[in-house]
């Protein structure tokens, strides 16, 4: 770097203090991961009432209308479950789910039974003809029947027609009827209750317009619970839905894990324990089908993972991720590799390069190990898994490409010519390219700036895929800090649009997550990180050249 410039007094600290922090971070984000976390313990490991669907198994979905769950699979579930709870809700009668209440009695279970109705005016009346001959049948399993759910915040009926196949399942016997949906449109809708033997009432913390942490979560439940019992004098009020999810994205500041799952779970059976009333908990089982609809957070509701093993226990510390070690080895690894790569045709000499590539190529394969546990979770089909997979690769590839040039300005040049800025001498469209790394760093560009687009304007289920793009995005910072004034270019137009628009979206992911959400901050920090070298180099490629 040229002694004369001023900028590079600085200009190697900043990158080596970039290099070891990114590196410290890596480490210390799956050892936080992996650390025990002491909870509060559950007073019992029995459950009241668990939601349970069967659909578990890969390609299930009862959005398959050719769907069927043999009778075997369901007796061998609520055998299971017969030894943590003593209920079981459904939500709908058809494809084999009308065998559960036959079966739930013969392990001493009682059910919640679901009816499921929508806009199909013949599949509801299917469901209704099902359910009303399973109460007459199973008369003594039912605990209730649940006539709809969540069907007024779908908004797939009026209120009027609900209220009429309410009406039509109460009349029809003598096992109490009720209706579901979440909290505030029982408070929209208050004349169902007049239709109802009691009120069952959806109260998700993580999924409230304003969402609460993990830690105020149980005591919104009981203040909501309170206030619907206010609001409702006289009428029996059932918690029909509550739970946490172990996987997925934070909303603001509810983050979905397993540590906080298992902190709301246990903190609600504390609660539940001093007071009297029903409640059943969301579910019993991951349902993989959900990431459909919500995202990678809506197959993780499950107090059981899809092969039927307890995600965690109800006493003692809880693991976020057992295999923490794994993350710190991709590390390892990923050092490896990056000191064999720089290796190859070097320029330079000493250990200062050696050094580089190592934290380099730690920070990077423990950030590939994150978006690796993310792609575990989230991808749904092969599709999903290719494209996650293959950013995954071009973003190693670029960080193995940007290594090797960082190691060669912060080591000692064995030909000082190799390494020296050089007047850029390709152009496009009159504008001169900045540099070798330009059509790489475009397509990172612009892809974090669609993926940002997408975050902003439809962002309520998309995870934040913040260690694949930290690879790029750390990487062209650091490039950039090590470059001098004397090799400011003009950026290309599309680079400085792009840009713009990546600090004005990731502020506005900020605003939206009210600045609560720790995830969002660092969206935003990489956003950044990608945009202001661009910003920089703009500002200074319109300066006039100082006179020497």
Same mark, same amino acid.
């Given at each position: 770097?040229?002694?004369?410039?001023?900028?590079?007094?600085?200009?190697?600290?900043? &990158?080596?203090?970039?290099? +070891?922090?990114?590196? =410290?971070? %890596?480490?210390?984000?799956?050892?936080?991961?992996?650390?025990?976390?002491?909870?509060?313990?559950?007073?019992?490991?029995?459950?009241?009432?668990? $939601?349970?669907?069967?659909?578990?198994?890969?390609?299930?979905?009862?959005?398959?209308?050719?769907?069927?769950?043999?009778?075997?699979?369901?007796?061998?579930?609520?055998?299971?479950?017969?030894?943590?709870?003593?209920?079981?809700?459904?939500?709908?009668?058809?494809?084999?789910?009308?065998?559960?209440?036959?079966?739930?009695?013969?392990?001493?279970?009682?059910?919640?039974?679901?009816?499921?109705?929508?806009?199909?005016?013949?599949?509801?009346?299917?469901?209704i003809a099902l359910g009303i001959a399973?109460?007459?049948?199973?008369?003594?399993?039912?605990?209730? =029947?649940?006539?709809?759910?969540?069907?007024?915040?779908?908004?797939?009926?009026?209120?009027? &027609?609900?209220?009429?196949? =309410?009406?039509?399942?109460?009349?029809?016997?003598?096992?109490?009827?009720?209706?579901?949906?979440?909290?505030?449109?029982?408070?929209?809708?208050?004349?169902?209750?007049?239709?109802?033997?009691?009120?069952?009432?959806? =109260?998700? @913390?993580?999924?409230?317009?304003?969402?609460?942490? @993990?830690?105020?979560?149980?005591?919104?439940?009981?203040?909501?619970?309170?206030?619907?019992?206010?609001?409702?004098?006289?009428?029996?009020?059932?918690?029909?839905?509550?739970?946490? @999810?172990?996987?997925?994205?934070?909303? !603001?500041?509810?983050?979905?894990?397993?540590?906080?799952?298992?902190?709301?779970l246990r903190e609600f059976l504390n609660?539940?324990?001093?007071?009297?009333?029903?409640?059943? +908990?969301?579910?019993?089982?991951?349902?993989?089908?959900?990431?459909?609809?919500?995202?990678?957070?809506?197959?993780?509701? #499950?107090? *059981?993972?899809?092969?039927?093993?307890?995600?965690?226990?109800?006493?003692?510390?809880?693991?976020?991720?057992?295999?923490?070690?794994?993350?710190?080895?991709?590390?390892?690894?990923?050092?490896?590799?990056?000191?064999?790569?720089?290796?190859?045709?070097? !320029?330079?000499?000493?250990? %200062?390069?050696?050094? %580089?590539?190592?934290?380099? #190529?730690?920070?990077?394969?423990?950030?590939?190990?994150?978006?690796?546990?993310?792609? $575990?979770?989230?991808?749904?089909?092969?599709?999903?898994?290719?494209?996650?997979? #293959?950013?995954?690769?071009? %973003?190693?590839?670029?960080?193995?490409?940007?290594?090797? &040039?960082?190691?060669?300005?912060?080591?000692?040049?064995?030909?000082? &010519?190799?390494?020296?800025?050089?007047?850029?001498?390709?152009?496009?469209?009159?504008?001169?390219?900045? /540099?070798?790394?330009?059509?790489?760093?475009?397509?990172?560009?612009?892809?974090?700036?669609?993926?940002?687009?997408?975050?902003?304007?439809? /962002?309520?289920?998309?995870?934040?895929?913040?260690?694949?793009?930290?690879?790029?995005?750390?990487? *062209?910072?650091?490039?950039?800090?090590?470059?001098?004034?004397?090799?400011?270019?003009?950026?290309?137009?599309?680079?400085?649009?792009?840009?713009?628009?990546?600090?004005?979206?990731?502020?506005?992911?900020?605003?939206?997550?009210?600045?609560?959400?720790? +995830? $969002?901050?660092?969206?935003?920090?990489?956003?950044?990180?990608?945009?202001?070298?661009?910003?920089?180099?703009?500002?200074?490629?319109?300066? @006039?050249?100082?006179?020497?």
């Open positions: 770097m040229p002694p004369h410039t001023p900028y590079a007094r600085f200009a190697r600290p900043l &990158a080596w203090i970039l290099l +070891v922090a990114a590196a =410290i971070f %890596a480490a210390g984000y799956w050892w936080h991961l992996g650390r025990p976390v002491a909870l509060p313990d559950s007073p019992t490991a029995k459950i009241a009432c668990v $939601s349970y669907a069967p659909f578990r198994l890969k390609g299930e979905t009862p959005f398959d209308p050719n769907a069927f769950v043999p009778p075997e699979r369901i007796d061998a579930d609520l055998k299971a479950l017969s030894t943590r709870f003593d209920c079981v809700r459904t939500y709908s009668m058809s494809q084999g789910l009308g065998a559960v209440p036959d079966i739930a009695g013969r392990y001493g279970m009682k059910v919640l039974m679901g009816i499921w109705l929508g806009r199909d005016t013949a599949a509801n009346e299917r469901e399973a109460a007459r049948r199973d008369h003594d399993t039912l605990r209730g =029947i649940v006539v709809g759910n969540e069907v007024m915040l779908r908004g797939e009926l009026s209120e009027k &027609a609900l209220a009429a196949y =309410i009406k039509r399942v109460n009349d029809a016997t003598d096992v109490p009827v009720t209706y579901a949906d979440v909290w505030e449109f029982w408070l929209k809708h208050p004349a169902l209750a007049k239709v109802t033997d009691y009120l069952t009432i959806h =109260i998700l @913390p993580y999924w409230e317009d304003e969402p609460v942490a @993990p830690e105020r979560a149980v005591r919104h439940v009981a203040e909501v619970y309170q206030r619907m019992k206010a609001r409702f004098p006289g009428k029996a009020v059932m918690i029909g839905e509550t739970g946490w @999810p172990s996987e997925g994205r934070t909303r !603001r500041e509810a983050g979905a894990s397993l540590v906080n799952e298992a902190r709301y609660y539940a324990a001093t007071v009297d009333m029903p409640y059943n +908990v969301i579910e019993a089982f991951d349902q993989p089908w959900k990431r459909d609809l919500e995202g990678t957070v809506g197959g993780y509701w #499950g107090i *059981f993972d899809v092969d039927a093993r307890p995600k965690f226990a109800m006493t003692g510390p809880v693991v976020e991720e057992p295999r923490w070690l794994g993350g710190i080895a991709a590390g390892g690894l990923g050092a490896m590799l990056f000191l064999a790569v720089g290796a190859i045709r070097r !320029r330079w000499h000493g250990p %200062a390069g050696w050094v %580089a590539l190592a934290l380099a #190529g730690f920070a990077s394969g423990a950030a590939l190990a994150t978006h690796a546990r993310l792609l $575990s979770f989230a991808c749904r089909n092969p599709l999903e898994w290719t494209l996650g997979a #293959g950013t995954g690769v071009l %973003a190693l590839l670029t960080a193995l490409s940007l290594s090797r &040039a960082l190691a060669a300005r912060l080591a000692s040049p064995i030909d000082p &010519a190799a390494v020296a800025p050089k007047p850029a001498e390709r152009r496009m469209l009159g504008i001169a390219w900045s /540099g070798v790394f330009t059509p790489q760093r475009f397509f990172w560009m612009f892809a974090l700036t669609l993926y940002g687009i997408l975050l902003v304007f439809n /962002g309520r289920y998309r995870d934040m895929p913040v260690g694949l793009f930290a690879l790029p995005c750390i990487g *062209f910072l650091l490039l950039a800090a090590l470059r001098t004034r004397d090799e400011a270019t003009m950026p290309l137009i599309e680079e400085r649009l792009l840009a713009i628009w990546l600090v004005l979206l990731g502020v506005a992911v900020v605003v939206q997550e009210v600045g609560a959400n720790a +995830v $969002s901050w660092g969206w935003l920090g990489l956003n950044l990180a990608l945009a202001l070298p661009v910003l920089v180099a703009w500002r200074r490629a319109r300066r @006039p050249a100082p006179l020497r």
